[in-house]
């Protein structure tokens, strides 16, 4: 239920470590979530001199995610070589604006469903509850903080499966 932080050391060419981040997030239900991502970044920041190769996101959902708004000037402060998304998050792709205009209609309809006055119970309630929680940023939107962290880099990559590995070397 907390959501996804990972970094990773790879030994450089020169044999120092270069780390890469793969996302940075917090379920928005989760008690103290964003005290406890501030305290990850903290150990970030330590652990890395402040200084990633890549920032590799997954996808928009907030426990993937809202650790990029929640510490928004500790990553500004940052050295960020190159940052990966996958395909579905390219701005513009014409297939990627399809599943997300499909997301935004999912979630236009759960909020109306938990609107007082609908009849639901409190259980159906907070199960949807928890599932909107998914796309709560931490005091930013999802789109906000996905342009947030392309704004990281000036070309940030926009990976398809089946292609060939990358170097963060």
Known sequence: GF?????????GADG???YMLIDCGVHSQ?????????AALKDIQEATGGSLAVIAIT???ADHISGFAKCREQFEQMKVDDVWFAWTEKPGDPAAE???EGRRRMFTALKAAVEPGKGIDETAR????AIMGFFDGLGMTGAATMDFIRRLVPNPQYLKPKKHPLSIT
């Open 126 to 129: 907070g199960n949807i509850s």
């Open 59 to 61: 996808h928009e959902h």
């Open 3 to 11: 959501g996804d932080c990972f970094l990773l050391a790879f030994r």
């Open 30 to 38: 989760y008690a103290g979530g964003g005290d406890h991502i501030n």
């Open 98 to 100: 399809q599943l997300k």
């Open 16 to 18: 120092d470590p270069v």
